[in-house]
């Protein structure tokens, strides 16, 4: 199947990288220049009213030490955020441009060496305005001077190397240039802010602005192409005899898109919210249903707490069971007027399941129950994948299964039971794919048989890691099924980090083993109230917005190659033209 365009969307995080040291890329600079003198490049011609030879440290090395030295001081002054290690970076990307640019006069007349060298300052200042732009502010005059502290600090060098002159000649093309680039970032933009009121720059900044010191900017965009939403949220109450109580709720919302912007933290913050051990396993939602906000996740507590003041308690559970449909198989357990499904196709790889599956489950449940709760255990991750759609043949088995389950449990034995909890943290980090709740175990015991729902703070795990916890846990109780949160906060960059590909299954079992364990010693009789929470006035991403976010994004990667190419070649065009009349 071809990848969707969120998918291809996520697949753009390869673009992404960390810049070097700074000490590393001024050590290249310093050598190009020691190459370039070394090379006998100061012998091709000797001007006669230049005082010096042409030098490679003169016209690169120099203006590139200069434009790293004043950048970040500059782009600070305007209020915004850059590093050393990203003004170093720039200085020698434009240091090999322009090098580059400069000696390709070889292919034609040496006498040409000072319109090449101005051709080669003034795009590099044109690139520095494009980069600049992107990561820094996307306000094009707050830039203009950052942008020119290396080709001004060559057109100083060109005075001296060649004429004085040279200034005016310089001046002209690096209004070409500039030109050029500018036009180039307004058409480069002009496809989001048409289809979504948004600058691409703009949100390029905050996205930046959110790697480098955390900062939340991005969550305006995200409102400003949102919308609102009225989804159901299912609650099951453990009102225990001692110990601490549970509440189990399954947001049909999706914890994302990244870090801590949006709903990435929703488990954890609703779960601290609560003073209940609060577990927050992964329901029906896509990216489509990525929160804007944080703030948003305070709708979500309050439709909660609404609930919690016509709760009927009641101390009966039925025994745990299991069903197949195709390559879907459910753990299901009924709750007093509550049934619990936690769905998984593992070890076949499975993403997001569409919102319209969970309301259709929930509709053809609650013919014989007012409340049905439907997990995805969100439990096996090979590669970025696409979301399940109503209509496909999975759905469809997602379907066929919780019609098996609503037929076993409409007539099952319920009786009292008794209910286990267990919080532990885990030493691991988000680099390492856990959020921070850690694993949570909530065993549940009746009729002499023990289920264990064991959920790990990640995003989705690796292939093959589920099984192999989940041998280890049926050795301590009769069923049991690994669950993760969908937690975005260990994904900053790209979409793939599940648990178990950066921790070995071997070193993670242990831990889980012993929260099982102490979730077991924890059993205590219960009662069970379920609930049916009405989240409205979420404002999330909105219904295929991310679709047509990818879709504008990757129709913009297509054309902008053959784009800014043109533009160059233009802009060379016309610098030799004025190049041709001055001289």
Same mark, same amino acid.
């Given at each position: 199947?071809?990848?969707?365009?969120?998918?291809?969307?996520?697949?753009?995080?390869?673009?992404?990288?960390?810049a070097?040291?700074?000490?590393?890329?001024?050590?290249?600079?310093?050598?190009?220049?020691?190459?370039?003198?070394?090379?006998?490049?100061? *012998?091709?011609?000797?001007?006669?009213?230049?005082?010096l030879?042409?030098?490679?440290?003169?016209?690169?090395?120099?203006?590139?030490?200069?434009?790293?030295?004043?950048?970040?001081?500059?782009?600070?002054?305007?209020?915004?955020?850059?590093?050393?290690?990203?003004s170093?970076?720039?200085?020698?990307?434009?240091?090999?441009?322009?090098?580059?640019?400069?000696?390709?006069? +070889?292919v *034609?007349d040496?006498?040409?060496?000072?319109?090449?060298?101005?051709?080669?300052?003034?795009?590099?200042?044109?690139?520095?305005?494009?980069?600049?732009?992107?990561?820094?502010?996307? +306000?094009?005059?707050?830039?203009?001077?950052p942008?020119?502290?290396?080709?001004?600090?060559?057109?100083?060098?060109?005075m001296?190397?060649?004429?004085?002159?040279?200034?005016?000649?310089?001046?002209?093309l690096?209004?070409?240039?500039g030109?050029?680039f500018?036009?180039?970032?307004?058409?480069?933009?002009?496809?989001?802010?048409?289809?979504?009121?948004?600058?691409?720059?703009?949100?390029?900044?905050?996205?930046?602005?959110?790697?480098?010191?955390?900062?939340?900017?991005?969550?305006?965009?995200? +409102?400003?192409?949102?919308?609102?939403?009225?989804?159901?949220?299912?609650?099951?109450?453990? +009102?225990?005899?001692?110990?601490?109580?549970?509440?189990?709720?399954?947001? &049909?919302?999706?914890?994302?898109?990244?870090g801590?912007?949006?709903?990435? &933290?929703?488990?954890?913050?609703?779960?601290?919210?609560?003073?209940?051990?609060?577990?927050?396993?992964?329901?029906?939602?896509?990216?489509?249903f990525n929160?804007?906000?944080?703030?948003?996740?305070?709708?979500?507590?309050?439709?909660?707490?609404?609930?919690?003041?016509?709760l009927?308690?009641?101390?009966?559970?039925? /025994?745990?069971?299991?069903?197949?449909?195709?390559?879907? *198989?459910?753990?299901? /357990?009924?709750?007093?007027?509550?049934?619990?499904?936690?769905?998984?196709?593992?070890?076949?790889?499975?993403?997001?399941?569409?919102?319209?599956?969970?309301?259709?489950?929930?509709?053809?449940?609650?013919?014989?129950?007012?409340h049905?709760?439907?997990?995805?255990?969100h439990?096996?991750?090979?590669?970025?994948?696409?979301?399940?759609?109503?209509?496909?043949?999975?759905?469809?088995?997602?379907?066929?299964?919780?019609?098996?389950?609503?037929?076993?449990?409409?007539?099952?034995?319920?009786?009292?039971?008794?209910?286990?909890?267990?919080?532990?943290?885990?030493?691991?980090?988000?680099?390492?794919?856990?959020?921070?709740?850690?694993?949570?175990?909530?065993?549940?015991?009746?009729?002499?048989?023990?289920?264990?729902?064991?959920?790990?703070?990640? &995003?989705n795990?690796?292939?093959?890691?589920?099984?192999?916890?989940?041998?280890?846990?049926?050795?301590?109780?009769?069923?049991?099924?690994?669950?993760?949160?969908?937690?975005?906060?260990?994904?900053?960059?790209?979409?793939?980090?599940?648990?178990?590909?950066?921790?070995?299954?071997?070193?993670?079992?242990?831990?889980?083993?012993?929260?099982?364990?102490?979730?077991?010693?924890?059993?205590?009789?219960?009662?069970?109230?379920?609930?049916?929470?009405?989240?409205?006035?979420?404002?999330?991403?909105?219904?295929?917005?991310?679709?047509?976010?990818?879709?504008?994004? &990757?129709?913009?990667?297509?054309?902008?190659?053959?784009?800014a190419?043109?533009?160059?070649?233009?802009?060379?065009?016309?610098?030799?033209?004025?190049?041709?009349?001055?001289?």
């Amino acid at each position: 199947m071809a990848q969707e365009s969120d998918v291809r969307l996520g697949n753009l995080a390869r673009f992404i990288f960390t810049a070097p040291s700074w000490q590393r890329s001024l050590f290249l600079i310093a050598l190009l220049g020691f190459v370039i003198d070394g090379a006998g490049v100061r *012998s091709w011609v000797i001007f006669p009213v230049s005082p010096l030879p042409f030098s490679g440290t003169f016209a690169f090395t120099l203006p590139a030490i200069v434009a790293f030295a004043l950048t970040k001081p500059l782009i600070e002054l305007q209020g915004k955020t850059m590093t050393w290690n990203r003004s170093a970076l720039l200085a020698l990307a434009g240091t090999v441009c322009a090098v580059i640019i400069t000696l390709s006069c +070889r292919v *034609s007349d040496t006498a040409m060496l000072p319109y090449f060298y101005a051709a080669a300052i003034s795009f590099v200042f044109g690139f520095r305005i494009l980069v600049l732009a992107a990561i820094a502010d996307y +306000r094009i005059p707050r830039i203009l001077g950052p942008a020119f502290t290396h080709s001004g600090a060559g057109i100083l060098a060109g005075m001296i190397l060649f004429f004085p002159a040279f200034f005016l000649f310089a001046l002209v093309l690096h209004i070409v240039f500039g030109a050029a680039f500018i036009l180039l970032i307004w058409l480069i933009e002009r496809p989001l802010y048409r289809a979504f009121q948004i600058r691409g720059l703009a949100f390029i900044n905050a996205f930046i602005a959110h790697m480098t010191d955390g900062s939340k900017g991005m969550e305006q965009f995200f +409102r400003d192409i949102g919308e609102e939403i009225f989804v159901p949220q299912v609650c099951l109450f453990f +009102r225990r005899g001692k110990g601490k109580d549970v509440l189990v709720t399954v947001p &049909n919302l999706h914890p994302g898109p990244m870090g801590e912007i949006g709903g990435g &933290n929703l488990p954890k913050i609703v779960h601290d919210y609560f003073g209940e051990e609060t577990l927050v396993p992964h329901g029906c939602a896509t990216h489509d249903f990525n929160l804007v906000a944080e703030s948003e996740i305070e709708k979500v507590i309050d439709a909660i707490q609404a609930t919690k003041t016509n709760l009927s308690y009641a101390p009966l559970a039925a /025994q745990s069971g299991r069903v197949q449909a195709g390559s879907v *198989s459910v753990l299901y /357990q009924r709750f007093s007027d509550t049934v619990l499904m936690v769905a998984t196709r593992s070890p076949q790889r499975t993403e997001d399941l569409d919102y319209g599956i969970g309301m259709a489950i929930m509709s053809e449940g609650h013919r014989f129950f007012p409340h049905v709760a439907f997990v995805d255990a969100h439990n096996c991750m090979t590669d970025l994948s696409s979301p399940i759609h109503l209509g496909t043949l999975t759905a469809t088995e997602y379907l066929d299964a919780a019609r098996k389950v609503f037929e076993r449990c409409r007539d099952v034995e319920i009786r009292p039971f008794r209910a286990g909890i267990c919080h532990q943290l885990l030493p691991f980090s988000r680099e390492q794919g856990f959020g921070d709740l850690g694993v949570q175990v909530l065993v549940i015991e009746t009729g002499g048989q023990k289920t264990g729902y064991v959920l790990l703070d990640g &995003n989705n795990m690796a292939q093959g890691v589920r099984e192999q916890l989940r041998e280890q846990v049926l050795t301590l109780v009769d069923d049991a099924e690994i669950m993760t949160t969908d937690s975005h906060v260990v994904n900053t960059i790209t979409g793939k980090n599940p648990v178990g590909q950066n921790v070995p299954a071997p070193d993670l079992a242990p831990l889980v083993l012993s929260a099982v364990r102490e979730a077991i010693d924890d059993l205590s009789p219960a009662q069970v109230a379920g609930s049916t929470a009405q989240c409205g006035h979420i404002v999330v991403f909105g219904s295929t917005r991310i679709t047509q976010f990818a879709s504008t994004v &990757n129709a913009i990667l297509v054309f902008i190659a053959p784009l800014a190419l043109a533009f160059l070649l233009l802009a060379f065009l016309l610098s030799l033209f004025a190049y041709i009349v001055i001289a």
